[in-house]
């Protein structure tokens, strides 16, 4: 069962977090900044701040994809970052 870790910035326009894999994967999120004041939302290519999920500072969200889809954040900031955990 293949792990990657990373950080990933993010900033105030859409980025990809979490790319396409060969197959289904568990993505665990938690927003990078712990102990700032930017805020990070995810979901899919069209996330705004409006309606994607708030990631938390504390805790770590989890979302299951299929083998071709992305997860994409956007930040209340430039200067924003989301630690990523991929498990296949």
């Keep these: 069962m293949p792990v ?46 409006s309606t994607g999920v708030k990631l938390s500072k504390t805790n770590t969200t989890v979302f299951q994809t299929n083998a071709d889809d992305s997860l994409y954040a956007i930040c209340s900031a430039a200067g924003g970052s989301v630690r990523v955990v991929n498990v296949q």
Excluded: H, K, W
């Design 4 to 49: 990657t870790s990373q950080t990933v910035a993010v900033g105030t326009s859409v980025g990809e977090v979490s790319g396409p894999s060969i197959r289904s994967q568990f993505v665990y999120l938690q927003d990078g900044d712990l102990d700032g004041d930017t805020v990070v939302y995810v979901g899919g290519d069209d996330v705004t701040t």
